[in-house]
């Protein structure tokens, strides 16, 4: 059977529906300020982070940590989970350019970011 996880806290629920009905405690608004996110990814070997690349073995992990290049600043707020297929190459949403691991992707800026040119990462595609 499948799980349905949060993409917020990693917590586990066996439908869909409780999932949504519930408030998440690390929802990015604040405790409690919203309800759980259903994490469309793959139920992968590891969890990766969109901002930092950082890499964890679990959802929860993931989930539990401030992230030191989130977007709002230096931990601002926590990990967020790449929610694609793992590849051996990924390329970046904004300008297409390819990199063989996410970590070195957010690394750099991108010259085609939504907010102006090289005013945020690049940003993996799924
Ligand atoms: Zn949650
Ligand atoms: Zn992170
Ligand atoms: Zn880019």
Redesign the pocket.
Known sequence: MSKFK?R??G?EFSSERSLLSGS?S?HPAGWCKGK?SLYEGADEEKFICVNCGEEFSSLRSLTTGSCSKHPDGWCKGRHVPYEGSLKSEYTCKYCGSKFRSIRSMVSSSCSKHPDGWCKGKHSPAR
């Open positions: 949060c917020y806290c917590q998440c690390k759980h």
